[in-house]
């Protein structure tokens, strides 16, 4: 490329069209990263210490609920977090396509004694493996995929879950997208820099695609001593909190969370990222129907991040080898604290899309023994989005006693009005 072609460049260029991400990948650029990386001087490549220590804790505490989890960190660089993670107990896993940054990654991990398994390939095409509590993508890295690697990179996540575990993406929000996009054109001079280790010019331009909602950054390296140039785009897509929610949903993601940082909290956040937590759907939730006269027990789940709660009847994901009665039982038991019979199937329809679930099958279950009491959710991953707040009886009969709740509950008041059909107390 010379002046010229510069001059004579296509504005505004198509996102993705000149390439799709600066040269990672490229051993030289991957070295001089690196040292981005790892800086204290500044949060661009990867963040301070501090704050990945941070992090780290709360995707351990919260995430993770400080149980020893198997961990996939997809563009994991040189392992700042999957150090810290195997550190604290975690079996992990990652992948990233900079040489540079996965050698690091290794001699690290063994210099610590870490046994880290580190996988040097590109997202797109590496092989994700199976199995995982948690695969995370974090840093903004998402944004960086057109829509269909997007969807790939989502779906190869899914397949490399465990049923109801959980999706950890660090992304963009709309608004932080369009600003890469609307900033001003720039341009410097440097003896050497990350894009040349040799005297250069760098020129910067940036463009707002209304029409596919992608922002693109073009960098134009001049050589000093031969005038050469060299072109490196990238393109950012940007997805609304609504866009992410139906991204995620279309690929088997359900339970989708918002936070406004990767610790959780409001006074972390940077205005540019925020951090979503998506589970795994499960394909039935097999729950129980525990029906006295005209009432009929549901229990209450209070998210720990909103605060808010719903009520639910009692149930839950069949385990492994495990028959759909004695799952009903198992979870009556967890949730509610009664030991139940199980007697017969009532319903099994579709959940509507956005829950963990893509069916759930109802059984109707009369009590043997205990004592109703909220009962604790054992499984980490559940019990660190929500706790069981309540557990109580209500009458099929009247609406009107159910609360305005569980009548604008798009997942709850349908089950009910089913079991008001089969129970005859639907009017009409
Ligand atoms: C902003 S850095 C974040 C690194 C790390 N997650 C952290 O926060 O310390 C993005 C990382 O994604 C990697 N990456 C980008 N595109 C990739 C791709 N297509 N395949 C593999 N790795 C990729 C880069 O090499 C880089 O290490």
Redesign the pocket.
């Known amino acids: 490329m010379n002046l010229l072609d510069l001059i004579q460049r296509t504005n505004p260029p198509k996102p993705w069209e000149e390439g799709d991400?600066i040269p990672?990948?490229e051993p030289e650029f991957?070295q001089r990263?690196l040292s981005e990386?790892l800086s204290q001087a500044h949060d661009a490549?990867?963040?301070r210490v501090e704050i990945?220590d941070r992090q780290v804790n709360w995707i351990h505490q919260v995430v993770l609920g400080g149980k020893p989890s198997k961990i996939l960190?997809?563009?994991?660089?040189?392992g700042?977090?999957t150090r810290r993670l195997a550190q604290l107990g975690h079996t992990c896993t990652g992948?990233?396509?900079?040489p540079a940054?996965i050698r690091y990654a290794r001699e690290t991990a063994s210099q610590n004694g870490l046994n880290i398994n580190y996988c040097e390939?590109?997202?797109?095409q590496?092989d994700y493996g199976e199995g995982f509590d948690l695969v995370m993508l974090?840093?903004?890295?998402f944004n960086?995929?057109c829509m269909q690697d997007a969807n790939l990179i989502l779906a190869k996540a899914w397949g490399a879950l465990k049923p109801t575990r959980n999706l950890l993406l660090e992304a963009h929000t709309f608004a932080a997208v369009q600003g890469i996009g609307t900033e001003p054109g720039s341009w410097s001079a440097a003896h050497s820099g990350l894009f040349s280790a040799r005297p250069h010019l760098l020129l910067e331009e940036s463009f707002w695609d209304d029409t596919q909602q992608a922002s693109t950054r073009r960098y134009f390296v001049m050589d000093g001593d031969s005038g050469n140039l060299t072109r490196y785009a990238a393109s950012y897509q940007a997805y609304s909190n609504d866009g992410y929610r139906s991204l995620l949903e279309g690929n088997g993601f359900g339970k989708i969370i918002f936070y406004p940082s990767l610790t959780g909290f409001e006074e972390e956040a940077s205005r540019n990222l925020m951090a979503i937590l998506a589970g795994k759907e499960r394909k039935i939730r097999y729950q129980g129907a525990v029906v006295q006269g005209s009432r009929v027990l549901l229990i209450q789940h209070r998210e720990h991040a909103s605060g808010s709660s719903y009520w639910l009847l009692p149930g839950g994901g069949r385990e492994e080898g495990e028959s759909e009665e004695a799952c009903v039982v198992r979870e009556l038991s967890e949730e509610t604290g009664l030991q139940v019979k199980v007697e017969q199937l009532l319903c099994d329809e579709p959940e509507p899309q956005g829950g963990y679930y893509q069916r759930h099958r109802t059984f109707l279950c009369t009590i043997l023994s205990g004592t109703l009491q909220p009962g604790v959710e054992p499984e980490a991953d559940a019990a660190a989005r929500y706790s069981i707040a309540e557990a109580a009886w209500f009458d099929l009969r009247d609406e009107n006693s159910w609360g305005e709740g569980i009548r604008s509950d798009r997942f709850t008041y349908p089950q009910l009005k089913q079991l008001k059909k089969v129970f005859g107390f639907e009017p009409g």
């Open positions: 991400n990672w990948n991957s990263m990386h490549a990867s963040r990945i960190d997809l563009g994991c660089g040189p700042l977090y992948i990233d396509f900079s940054s390939g590109d997202l797109r590496t974090i840093f903004g890295e960086v995929f």
